[in-house]
Each structure stands twice: as C-alpha cells, then as structure tokens.
C-alpha cells in the first residue's frame, strides 16, 4: 500500500509541474525573451572557425607562423639642434606560407608631418575656451614637421627600390616574390626632427629644462616592419595616434652616438660598458647587480647637476646595445640623468631593475621608482612567466606613460621644492607597475594593439591591480596610514560610474580603440575589472590563475588574439565563460539586482491553498491522498502560529516516518532540522548577467554567505526566486555585500529594505 501511495504522489506532482508548464507558455515568448535566453548561448557566430593556425582550445595550431625582422641600425643625435639621423639593414623573414609580392613598413613619425592626417580626424567644431598653447598650437603657429624624411631605400646591392608611402605606411616594392621561408634585406636611410612631447604630449620627444639641456626619450624613431599574419594580412591600420602598435620579433642590434657627457640606455643589451662609464661607474654597477633589498646609485645627483651646469659636450661618444628577440626599440639619453640599479631574483636569475632620471624626479624617484620595478617582476612573474630579459628600466619624462622592450617612461614629479603628496607618489608608482608591467603585455604576449587595444591595456591593468596590492604588502612604507594600496582600477566598484554612465557614450570592449568614446575606462578600467572579477567572483584564484597563466606561457613571443585568449582561459579551467564574454566585451550591459521580496513559510501537515487549487482543476478526489509536507507562508490563511519554531518531523508525522524507514539512526543524526524556510526573490534590471552573490544575518548575529553562479539566470532573466532552509531565524539579506559584482544600483540590494541616507549625512559622513 505505501508503494502505491508514493506512485500516486509522484504522478500528481509530475502532473502539477506540467500544469504549471501549461499555464506559463499559454503566450508565444517575445523576441527580448529569445534574446535573454540567448545570454548562455555559445559565442559561435562571434568566434572564427578554429584552424589548423588557431586551435579550438586557444593554443597555436600545427602550422602556426610568425614573421622575423631583424634590425642593424647606426644612430647619431644631434643635440644642438634636436634633430635624429639613421641608417638600418633590415632582414625580413617570410615564414608564412604565402609568397609577398612587397613589404609594408610602418612609419609612424609621420603622424607629426606638414601633411598629417592626424588633426583632421577630430570634430568637435569650436571649443568655447582654451587654454593660450592650445589655442596657439590650434590656430596661430605652422604646424610641427616631424614626418620622416626618407633618403634612400636600397636593396642589399646597393639598387635603389621602389617604394610609396600613404601617410603613416610605407610600401616597398620587392624586385622578386618573396617566397615561403626566404628572406629579403634592404637599407632605409632617414631623419626628423625631434618634437618637445611636453608640449605635444607625445609618446617620444624630449623635454626642455630652464638650463637650456634636454631630456630624449625616443620610440617610433626608425621605419618598422608591419605584421603579416594568418589573421589579417598586413597590418593596413593607420598611425593616427591613439592605437599603438602590431610588430613582428626580432634582432636588434643598435649603434647610438650621442655627445659624450650623455648617459644613455635602452633596449637590449650595452655591449662596450666600459667604453662608455667611467670606472667609477662601473664599480657602482658591480655592487648594485649584488644589491636585492636598495638601489645603488651609479650616477649620482650631484655628478648629473655639475653637467647640467655646463655647456653641452661637443665631443661624441657610441653606446652599443643588442637585443635578441623583441619586437621593438626604445632609448634614453641626457647629460642630466641620475641612474640607479638594484638586483631582483626571478626564476633563479638576477634581474637588473634600472630607474634613469633628471634631478627634478627626486627625492620621489630614489625612494621608490626601483623599487616598484623589483615588485613589479616579481608580481607579474608570479602571474605569467618568468621575466626573460636581464634589465627592466624606469624613465622619468614629464607627463608619460609609455613602454617598449626593457624600458618605459613614467609620469610622477615632487614640486620645485622636493615636496609631493600621495596622490603623486601613488601616481608615480602605479605608472611605473603599469608601464614595466607592459614587457609582459605586448612585449612579450606580442598582442595587435592597433586592433585591440584591451589585449594589452587591460590584461596588463588587471595584474598591475594584483602587482599593487603586493606593492602596498612588501614595501609598507608605500602606504603608510592606509589600509590597503589605493588602487584606481581593478575593484569592482570602481567602474560603476563608467557602465552605469549614458549608453550614448560607452563601446563594447571589443572595439577598436580609436573609435571608443571613454578611452582610459573602455581599454584599461573595464577590461581589467573583469578579469578581476572574474578571478575573485565568478572562478576563483585558483582556477583563474592556472589558465590565465596557461594563455601567457601559450602565447609567449606569439601574436595571440581575444579568441585565443577567451578560448584558453576556458581549456584551462573547465569553466565555460561564453556568458561572462559576451556580456561583459561584447555588450555595453551593466549589473543590476536587487530583492524583490522576502516570504517566511513553515511546514504544515494541512493541504495548503496550493494543493487545493491544483486538485479543484483536476478534479481529484483528496479522500485517499497521503500526507504530504505542504509550506505555509506567513499571514496567509493557511497559516497559524502553532507552526513557527517547529521541526517539520514534530508537525509532519509521515516524514518522520519516512525518515526511521529509510535512514539510519546515524543518518537521521546527521540530518539538519530546518525551522524557517525563506522564499527570496531576487529580479534583475539591469541586462548582465552575474552571479547572485546573498549574505544572511541571523538573530544571533552570525552570518552566511551563498553564491548562486550566473547560470541561475539561464531560464529567467528578469526574475529568480530562491530558497533558504534554517534552523535560525533570518534577520537581514543583503546582495552583494561586499560589492564585487559592479552592481550599479545597491539601493535595493538589502532585505529589510535600508533607510534612505540623507544627502545631508552623507556629507557628514
């Protein structure tokens, strides 16, 4: 009789879900609906079909290809009058499986020239005010001519090629096919002059002090070769100053002479050390290689103000410098540089962590510029791979942030009396994690910034937040009086503004970043809180940095894309992400969830309104149905307070019943003993999906935290009811607690409802 009984149960059950069923899908489901549902769907139609270039799993396929340009260059500064002149031997390899009829090089000074582009791309109309060097540089001066000048193109023979430059491209026409696995070498002999990046802002230049010496930080000097790849071809995206750069890996070997009172290092490796320091200098350098904890100063203030109070020197002098394997150059030299070193272990190599800069940077630079270089190895090491290069370099310039190979330049001055607040000192600091931490992104994961300018800015934004945060651990000091490292970008909370902002004005990440409204939150902020939501909400740090480190070893010297990106953090951590992709890079969608309601309810051995109903429609007749355990809520008419506090084993005899039936006597002491039972529902304004992330209080004041993974939404993106069985009574519900999801709108995010704020106390506060 009791099988019987229970066949019975589950028929009317089975049959009551399809009721229900029946009722729910009486109306076609509108096409919002469709599309909700289509949140979880797989971004197939987004992706291209893996190959045997790109596989499925996001590594390099079988027949994966790169190209090599490997450089000669002869270099001389021409101090005097601020001007750069060059020759270069560049050896193009063809390791694709196509045969090229030319080569494109990149020149992209050219931005600067007479004739550029550049300013005319720009709308706006007239501004209602400006500044007098806006306003001058915009509409009373000729514009600067730093184009290249383009002497000589030459063949190996010394024959002249055929060449035609389209702006900030050049295209040199090849005498012969260049067939897979040949290689092509030709000569460009070039100059320009060289602009003031503090008055043009631009990412080379020098700086002029009041002595009437210069400061050069110099990149983007000399025509680079473009990439040619299996994705796009050539690399035909314009120079227009925004999108940085795509640029094949090679050998450098660099050649620069500059007056000989200059100190001046680069990209690459200084092979006549000791043609070019004093042995001074030199012993200064063999102590700090032996100095992991403070810099040693190599060249002292005192030593660069006594040159800087002197005429320039006349006389030249070379400094030589390789590089093997990197995809760029990038070099430094004044007579007004005080240099400093210090040794880092990575991977059981002592890594040189180098800061160059004018008297202006101290004291702020000698304190912490070297330092934020070691801790910034370390942390990305820890993160990716072991740094691979002997040297990492931090360059003072006045208003930068810019990296290439080894060396970048970085933002952070005191005031003319060496004083600096914090926000100087954390500005300095964070530009230099960040711009260090760029040899990892590209310069290494070598991915196409004129593309996709997140690939590098955001990844490296991401590890520059977990790079902070190990800042403000090992060196105390750096924050002092705080609790934690203030970091701009990385806390999820932190980008509310941005994505709860107008719609008008935002892109998905997945733009290209010259055509992004919101430059700095689109390709660094938001991108790099995903990523840091993604490992501290949603995967977890354990899986999250398995495969985040899976996709940098992959793609190490590689040229990666967002697909082999996306697609390995997925092979590596058996997580399926197409969800979290799609609405966070290629949506403009926001988080917002909030609770609906909150009903009580207590188990009943008395049909509840429910099983009525159910039976009224099916006409059942209840004489023979057994007991069942029905849920009653609180103030309903089912209702009565002889149910609250109660076991459902006190109230249900049939359960407990079926629980000395069927369990043992140490599973019946094992089993919990719910009192309450809650029922939550949980609605989502806003379109992303996330996960529901709900922390309880209890009336004896502890708490639970539950997280309810974003597929909870698959079924129903406006609405989820959850439910929550306790022995204590639940006294607060909060979503969200500690705000890791970027929800733009916490004021519906606490069950009971919180009191509203006044602007008045939040002001006080």
């Not at 051995?605 to 023979?624: G, P, V």
Request: net charge negative.
């Amino acid at each position: 009789m009791k099988a019987i009984k229970l066949l019975f149960i589950s028929m009317m059950l089975v049959s009551y879900g399809s009721f229900a069923q029946e009722e729910v899908q009486k109306e076609e489901p509108k096409a919002e609906e469709h599309a909700n549902i289509n949140k979880f769907r797989q971004l197939y139609q987004e992706f291209s079909t893996p190959n045997q270039y790109r596989s499925a799993s996001g590594a390099p396929g079988p027949k994966y290809y790169q190209q090599r340009a490997d450089y000669e260059m002869d270099i001389r500064l021409d101090d005097e009058n601020h001007h750069i002149y060059g020759y270069e031997t560049i050896t193009y390899t063809n390791n694709s499986p196509d045969v090229l009829d030319y080569l494109w090089v990149q020149l992209d000074q050219n931005m600067r020239a007479k004739d550029s582009k550049t300013p005319l791309i720009e709308g706006g109309g007239v501004q209602p005010y400006m500044q007098p060097a806006g306003f001058a540089g915009a509409y009373l001066q000729e514009p600067f001519d730093g184009g290249f000048n383009i002497k000589k193109v030459l063949d190996k023979n010394g024959n002249s090629l055929k060449y035609m430059i389209n702006q900030t491209m050049m295209r040199v026409e090849l005498p012969e096919k260049l067939k897979s696995g040949k290689d092509f070498e030709f000569d460009i002999e070039w100059d320009y002059n060289i602009n003031n990046h503090v008055e043009g802002r631009g990412r080379s230049g020098y700086e002029q002090f009041p002595d009437g010496h210069r400061a050069y930080v110099i990149a983007q000097f000399y025509p680079r070769m473009a990439v040619y790849n299996d994705v796009e071809g050539w690399q035909n995206s314009q120079f227009y100053g925004r999108d940085e750069f795509a640029l094949p890996f090679g050998t450098f070997e660099v050649n620069i002479t500059v007056p000989e009172d200059h100190w001046l290092d680069g990209t690459g490796k200084l092979t006549n050390r000791k043609d070019v320091y004093s042995k001074t200098e030199i012993a200064r350098y063999e102590q700090a290689q032996k100095s992991f904890e403070n810099p040693v100063v190599i060249r002292t203030q005192k030593e660069a103000e006594k040159l800087a109070m002197m005429p320039g020197a006349k006389a030249m002098k070379t400094w030589k410098l390789k590089a093997d394997y990197v995809r760029d150059f990038g070099w430094t030299s004044s007579r007004r540089y005080v240099a400093d070193a210090m040794a880092v272990k990575i991977g059981g190599k002592d890594i040189m962590a180098v800061s160059i800069y004018p008297p202006e940077g101290n004291p702020l630079w000698e304190q912490w510029s070297t330092k934020a270089v070691a801790q910034t190895l370390k942390s990305y090491s820890r993160m990716t791979f072991d740094y691979p290069y002997h040297k990492a370099i931090s360059v003072h310039a006045k208003n930068q942030g810019m990296e290439y190979p080894m060396i970048c330049w970085n933002y952070g001055r005191p005031d003319t009396d060496g004083n600096y607040s914090d926000r100087v000192k954390f500005g300095m600091i964070s530009v230099i994690i960040h711009e260090v931490g760029h040899n990892y992104f590209p310069m290494i994961v070598n991915s196409d910034e004129r593309q996709w300018t997140w690939m590098d800015e955001g990844l490296n934004t991401f590890v520059q937040y977990v790079a902070e945060q190990d800042m403000g651990e090992n060196y105390p000091a750096s924050i002092e009086g705080l609790d934690a490292y203030p970091s701009r970008r990385g806390p999820a909370a932190n980008i509310v503004p941005y994505m709860a902002g107008d719609q008008r004005y935002i892109a998905p990440i997945m733009s290209k970043g010259l055509n992004t409204y919101q430059f700095g939150s689109n390709a660094y902020g938001k991108p790099g809180t995903a990523l840091n939501i993604l490992r501290e909400t949603v995967m977890g740090r354990d899986l999250f940095d398995y495969a985040f480190r899976t996709y940098s070893q992959r793609w190490m010297f590689k040229h990666p894309t967002p697909e082999d990106f996306f697609r390995t953090m997925e092979d590596a951590s058996a997580v399926d992400l197409d969800w979290f992709w799609r609405g966070w890079f290629y949506t403009t969608q926001f988080n917002d969830m909030g609770i609906k309601s909150v009903e009580k309810y207590f188990v009943s051995n008395e049909k509840n309104q429910a099983m009525k109903d159910l039976m009224k429609a099916r006409n059942i007749d209840d004489s023979n149905i057994p007991a069942l355990v029905y849920m009653v809520k609180e103030g309903s008419a089912d209702y009565n307070d002889d149910l609250k506090g109660k076991e459902p084993a006190e109230v249900v005899g049939e359960l407990k019943t079926y629980m000395m039936d069927n369990f043992t006597a140490t599973e019946r002491a094992a089993m919990k003993s719910p009192k309450f039972f809650y029922e939550i529902k949980v609605e989502k304004p806003g379109g992303l999906v996330m996960p529901i992330i709900i922390e309880y209080t209890y009336a004896d004041g502890t708490t639970e935290t539950v997280t309810h993974p974003a597929e909870i939404w698959r079924l129903n993106d406006k609405e989820v009811g959850l439910s929550k069985a306790s022995t204590k009574e639940i006294t607060k519900i909060v979503i969200d607690p500690k705000l890791e999801t970027a929800d733009v709108d916490t004021s519906n995010n606490t069950w009971p409802t919180a009191a509203e704020v006044s602007k008045f106390d939040q002001m006080k506060k």
